[in-house]
């Protein structure tokens, strides 16, 4: 099987947050395209719901091996290794998000908060990272980027936490969290979560919030005036949907923003950043 025949077609104007917008300067944008194509079309794979793990492992190899330039079978890949070639960028966050791939393939649960938070390491961080690079930002801000790049990651998790478990048994919402609770991972497949899974659902979103007080500063951090414009967005987003999930059931109640939901919020944090700006 072809990597294409396990696409889902969605695109980077699908996602939750914002991916290579207007705020990105045009000169960065073609390789920040190049990044997300490569991490969605290998994130694709992983999530097929049909497509038989060693098919899958196979298929991210073959990204692995040309994105280093030992095969020239991924067009991803190759695309990707030419635009990191171009600017003189590492391919180091592209491997380190195969490695997150294959752990979907081949781990369903997840023990604690810390091995969820190792997971994020590979599977979110490195895209904050990647684009960080790509501005010439400063390593110091990789903090900031890691806590937030999780906290995106974890509020990813909890919306789609129902859908993970249906399609792909799949479940990140720690095993701990849920025996504390009292209740298991095929609660999620119920049309609504029970009480017991509901406080996992905002205990996790409260201690969610920890990683967002941690990133606050990050666009405060950044040189590039629209980059940080576009983290300080993430930033807002992220805070209003977290709080969403503290009070919200993801199994029957939507925990998305709505375009016009995300250009409201973008007006209302836009003077707040404004005066962080001039008085940075």
Not at 45 to 55: G, M, V
Not at 121 to 134: C, K, Q
């Amino acid at each position: 099987m072809s990597g294409d025949a396990l696409q889902s077609g969605k695109g980077h104007k699908d996602e939750n947050f914002p991916v290579a917008s207007f705020l990105i300067a045009a000169r960065h944008r073609p390789a920040v395209l190049a990044f997300y194509r490569f991490v969605r079309f290998a994130d694709d794979i992983a999530d097929h719901a049909t497509a038989l793990p060693d098919e899958k492992l196979r298929l991210l190899e073959e990204m692995r091996a040309t994105l280093v330039g030992d095969s020239d079978a991924s067009p991803e890949g190759i695309n990707l290794r030419v635009v990191l070639a171009e600017k003189n960028l590492t391919p180091v966050h592209a491997l380190d998000l195969l490695e997150a791939f294959r752990r979907d393939v081949t781990k369903l649960r997840y023990r604690d908060w810390d091995d969820l938070l190792d997971y994020c390491r590979y599977s979110a961080m490195p895209v904050g990272r990647f684009v960080l690079d790509v501005h010439g930002e400063s390593r110091d801000a990789w903090p900031a980027n890691d806590a937030l790049c999780a906290a995106l990651q974890i509020i990813n998790h909890l919306q789609d936490c129902a859908k993970d478990y249906r399609a792909l048994n799949r479940v990140y919402i720690p095993e701990d969290a849920l025996a504390a609770a009292g209740t298991q991972a095929q609660a999620l497949a119920a049309p609504a979560a029970s009480p017991a899974l509901k406080s996992v659902i905002a205990g996790l979103a409260r201690k969610n919030a920890g990683l967002l007080d941690k990133s606050r500063s990050f666009a405060r951090q950044l040189g590039g005036a629209r980059l940080a414009l576009e983290v300080d967005l993430i930033q807002t987003l992220a805070e209003d949907l977290n709080a969403k999930l503290i009070r919200r059931d993801p199994l029957s109640q939507t925990v998305h923003h709505s375009k016009p939901a995300i250009a409201a919020l973008f007006l209302k944090m836009l003077p707040g950043f404004a005066f962080r700006r001039l008085t940075r």
